[in-house]
């Protein structure tokens, strides 16, 4: 159901009287709202002022009417009820996900039309399993059921699965409640409108994950095939319970993040050589006997755009640099290893990059003292920390090496596409590969896992998700 609220409690005071102009200017229903301080809104005048402003343009047309779980307002009730509107009768909790949820909902309605609503806030995984169990317990209840804020964001875009007969989304830039998005990108991006009781969900796990660009990847490619799937970022503070909310939901496949991907292989079922060698599971589906699989699409989405680069194949005998030794490197340092490549680790912490070089056969040097020795391995050097992002986007985690221009340079970090250290080996005349082509190469080998489809071309060339930021 697609309607607009007026948030009364947001308009200056020479608004107000246009207020009454809304409901004859769209061909949507209107609700009404005027929203305390206590439960999210801006109202800063009397209660008793508030309740005859409800009753004063309650009844200029509005389809809906919000009035709180505790207003005792019967004269308001009776006026605006007699010109039409029906009543949405609110509770909020702007802390938590109380205890009694499915109960105080059960009771909210005073009357068969009116329609219980409940925004509530989960605290991380578990409090958004509890929402989730609340929808259950309330069955086919006709009912409007959320969860604010980023780890309730699930239970706002699944309005149409779970049985909420509409979700909220604020203007761009002018968000009503915590978490909200615009209706944009809630249709465009999530497919709000595409989805219903069958369809099938995906996501990503991690924290942070909330700006993470694999939405856009994956619900662009549901969409070129005509799938009946979405892809939503799941905020996660624990995994016991967030893999309850993936039962919960039937969720299908996952993409996994930092600080997950050593952490979920427990729980897989079968894996791909390439996990236990990396040591970390980056994409998860469920088998067909519900249980989970997993692989690591990091070191093909590494090399796909590194061999182009090399023309099909690694040139044999290929000596290379990797800085860096966290999660990325590991799957860097197993790709280049296992493909016959001499690689060189450098670190910041030089006992990671030891550790490192022992489980692959490679060899290690601190990342300051181990400049000088960059000259031996420069046929490729892959820039694999976080330096060259914000909030270090000006500096390059090797200043003092000098390319020769002959160097391949492959640049992680995919915001900014042009990082500091690509900038150098550009202007010394180097080929360069950057991040994006990696993030991008990894997500189409998720999708073929996710769905045994390629992801279609039509879907790459409408992707626009590098475009918002700088290059
Ligand atoms: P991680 O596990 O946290 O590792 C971070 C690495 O960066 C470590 O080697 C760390 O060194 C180093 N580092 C951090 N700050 C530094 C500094 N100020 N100076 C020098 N070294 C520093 O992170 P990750 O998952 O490997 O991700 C690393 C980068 O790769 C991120 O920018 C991420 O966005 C990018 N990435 C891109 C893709 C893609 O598809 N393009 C995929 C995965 C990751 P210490 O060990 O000394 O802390």
């Known amino acids: 159901m697609d309607l607009l609220e007026l ?23 209107v609700i009404l709202t005027v929203r305390r301080p206590g439960e999210g809104g801006k109202w800063k005048g009397e209660e008793r002022d508030r309740v005859q402003l409800l009753g004063k343009i309650g009844s200029a047309g509005f389809a809906f009417l919000d009035l709180e779980e505790d ?63 609340v929808f259950q317990d309330l069955g086919p209840l006709q ?15 699944l309005a149409p699965k779970l049985g909420s007969l509409f979700c909220y989304a604020s203007p761009p830039r002018e968000s009503a409640a915590p978490g909200h998005v615009d209706p944009q990108t809630l249709d465009e991006l999530f497919r709000y409108h595409q989805i219903g009781p069958g369809t099938r969900v995906f996501g990503i796990i991690g924290n942070p994950v909330m700006q993470s660009l694999s939405p856009e990847i994956h619900n662009s490619g549901f969409a070129a095939l005509g799938r009946d799937a979405v892809y939503i970022p799941f905020l996660v503070d624990e995994l016991e319970p967030f893999f309850q909310v993936a039962d919960s939901l039937g969720v299908h496949g ?26 970390a599971c980056n994409t998860m589906r469920r088998g067909t006997d519900g249980k989970w699989e997993g692989t690591n699409t990091d070191a093909p989405g590494f090399l796909a755009p590194l061999l182009s680069a090399f023309g099909g194949r690694l040139p044999p005998g290929l000596r290379a640099t990797v800085i860096g030794a966290g999660g990325a490197s590991r799957a860097v340092v197993h790709a280049l290893a296992a493909n016959g490549a001499r690689v060189l680790v450098l670190n910041r912490t030089p006992s990671r990059a030891e550790q490192l070089a022992r489980e692959f056969g490679v060899q290690a040097a601190p990342l ?13 050097i892959v820039q694999t920390t976080k330096v060259g992002m914000s909030p270090l986007s000006a500096e390059d985690p090797v200043p003092d090496y000098v390319f020769s221009g002959k160097e391949v340079a492959y640049d992680l970090v995919y915001v900014p596409r042009t990082t500091a250290f690509l900038k150098r080996a550009l202007a010394a005349g ?42």
Not at 12 to 21: D, K, M, N, P
Not at 144 to 156: C, E, Q, W
Not at 261 to 276: A, M, N, Y
Not at 368 to 380: E, I, P, Y
């Open 430 to 471: 180097c080929r360069v590969v950057r991040g994006d082509q990696m993030l991008l190469a990894q997500a189409f080998e998720q999708f073929r896992f996710f769905t045994g489809s390629d992801y279609p071309d039509e879907a790459t060339r409408r992707l626009r998700i590098f475009s918002r930021y700088p290059a």
């Open 143 to 157: 009912k409007v059921l959320l969860g604010m804020g980023d780890f309730g964001f699930p239970s706002r875009v």
């Open 368 to 380: 300051d003292s181990g400049v000088k020795l960059m000259a031996r391995f420069n046929d490729l």
């Open 254 to 279: 996952l993409s996994v993040t930092v600080p997950y991907k050593e952490k979920v292989i427990p729980r897989l079922e079968r894996q791909d050589p390439s996990v236990s060698a990396i040591g």
């Open 7 to 29: 948030r009364a409690d947001f308009l200056r005071q020479e608004e107000l009287s246009r207020a009454v102009e809304l409901p004859r200017k769209t061909d949507l229903p």
């Open 71 to 133: 207003l005792e307002a019967p004269d308001l009730e009776r006026r605006v009820l007699a010109s039409g509107p029906r009543i949405i009768r609110s509770l909020h909790d702007t802390r938590g996900v109380p205890e009694d949820l499915t109960r105080r909902v059960s009771a909210l309605a005073r009357s068969p039309r009116e329609i219980p609503k409940a925004a509530v806030t989960p605290r991380g995984a578990l409090d958004l399993l509890r929402l989730l169990q």
